[in-house]
């Protein structure tokens, strides 16, 4: 215990060094000036109590770690609940399509709200599973990938406004546009690993986010673009003349389109733009969970998993790096575009804010927390960032700080994330 008090006071004092600024200094408007002030007594007892608390932990460190491997069983308690393989694929199945069917009539009977937050979920699911590609499977560090997100929600943006195409036309456009981009970027990285892969893309980022501030007559700059459409359903109509119209969810509908209410006869609800762009979200989150799914068992997930584990050994073994890091960049590029669409969709109005850095930090962090390479985790971890998000907006000042902390908690209780992938092994037996 001895040994470890030196560290220990070291690391309750470094804790007043980064809290104190932090948390017991205000800046106040005074006239014309900022002035700094300290803040109220309960704010310093909180952070003496957190400078006790590292003091304690570090102190009591090995007895601590001790106790604890002591109480934590050799099987997780959930696998211990959980049944035999084969049944276990059969529950999850079943849980599947019972959540597809919870998905499906969840946005009738809640509020505009949940709907519109549930639908922002989804695109965050779509962006978890195709930066997963890049990160999880191919094990290639991708700090820019906000970057095809913000190409897919200008290109629906910039081809409705000045060319007039819809959301249908432009969702596959804004895909292989940003699949374009990946491609590009892929080729500038081969032969970079680690921290200089990250670099590179991490700067490719903050390029496109540059460009999009500084192309003022094309994107507006950072104004950005306003009055995106919302996606119109094409509906047969067979009275007075059999005919495709456009179906919007407005109360008014532009040229060449009709509304919803006018063409079933049904009464006005304003909530079902909000509904109809939900539905649309959670079809492509379950084409992208299908096609991922699918580019898993297929060569090209067994070659992105290689490329993984082992650069040298997958190149020895006659593997074309080149190919697979460029898939790995553009099909992951190519979901992207499809979220950023429907952000686009969604929001009405972008600007190169909505694409910063951060953006890319929090898809990485879904990526990590439900564990990489894994579908279902990423999935529960965007939902749950998501959810976490938009109930702590209230304490929007101490986010960031609470999301480093959870990342640090994670690392510490469960490194490979809520979910880890499962990858088939083999076991020989000595004998």
Same mark, same amino acid.
């Given at each position: ?14 804790? *007043?060094? *980064? ?6 200094? %205000? ?8 002035? $700094? ?19 304690? /932990?570090? *102190? ?14 050799? %099987? ?21 399509? *019972? #959540?597809?069917?919870?998905?499906? =009539? ?18 965050? &699911? ?73 670099? !590179? ?26 009055? =995106? ?28 389109? !009709? ?14 733009? &909000? ?24 060569? $090209? ?54 694409? $910063? ?10 990526? /990590? ?15 749950? $960032? ?14 960031? #700080? ?5 990342? /640090? ?23």
């Amino acid at each position: 215990m001895l040994k470890n008090l030196p560290f220990a006071l070291f690391c309750s004092i470094l804790t *007043l060094i *980064l809290a104190f600024p932090i948390l017991g200094l %205000q800046l106040e408007h005074k006239g014309t000036s900022l002035i $700094v002030t300290g803040t109220d007594a309960g704010t310093y007892y909180y952070i003496l109590s957190a400078m006790l608390a590292v003091f304690l /932990v570090q *102190l009591f460190k090995s007895k601590l770690a001790f106790a604890y491997n002591s109480l934590r069983p050799e %099987q997780p308690i959930i696998s211990q609940w959980l049944p035999c393989e084969e049944k276990r694929q059969l529950i999850v199945k079943a849980v599947f399509v *019972l #959540l597809i069917l919870t998905a499906l =009539i969840l946005p009738f009977y809640s509020s505009r709200q949940w709907s519109d937050i549930a639908t922002l979920a989804l695109i965050y &699911v779509i962006l978890g599973l195709g930066l997963n590609i890049v990160v999880g499977l191919a094990g290639l560090l991708d700090l820019g990938y906000v970057a095809f997100y913000a190409v897919g929600a200008y290109s629906y943006a910039l081809l409705s406004q000045y060319f007039g195409l819809s959301f249908w036309v432009c969702l596959p456009i804004g895909a292989m546009l940003a699949a374009t981009f990946g491609l590009l970027l892929g080729f500038p990285v081969l032969r970079l690993r680690g921290d200089y892969l990250a670099i !590179v893309t991490l700067g490719f980022g903050e390029i496109i986010r540059i460009m999009l501030n500084n192309m003022t007559q094309l994107t507006g700059g950072p104004n950005g673009i306003g009055g =995106i459409p919302r996606p119109m359903l094409p509906m047969l109509q067979f009275e007075p003349e059999f005919d495709i119209v456009m179906l919007e969810f407005g109360r008014r509908a532009t040229e060449g389109g !009709v509304p919803y209410h006018v063409f079933f006869d049904v009464p006005y609800n304003s909530s079902m733009k &909000v509904i109809v762009l939900y539905l649309i979200a959670l079809a492509l989150a379950l084409f992208t969970i299908f096609v991922v799914q699918r580019l898993i068992r297929m060569p $090209v997930g067994r070659a992105w998993e290689a490329l993984r584990e082992d650069e040298i050994a997958c190149r020895s073994l006659g593997m074309n790096r080149t190919t697979i890091k460029l898939s790995a960049f553009t099909i992951g590029a190519l979901f992207a575009g499809f979220a950023g669409s429907i952000f686009g969709a969604r929001q009405g109005h972008i600007s190169p804010e909505s694409f $910063v850095f951060f953006e890319s930090v929090i898809i990485l962090a879904i990526v /990590v927390l439900g564990g990489m390479g894994s579908q279902l985790g990423v999935m529960i971890a965007a939902v749950t $960032v998501v959810l976490l998000q938009e109930l702590s907006r209230e304490f929007d000042e101490y986010r960031l #700080l609470a999301f480093g902390l959870t990342m /640090v908690l994670m690392m510490i209780w469960r490194p490979q994330g809520l979910l880890p992938m499962k990858r088939p092994h083999l076991k020989l037996e000595q004998g």
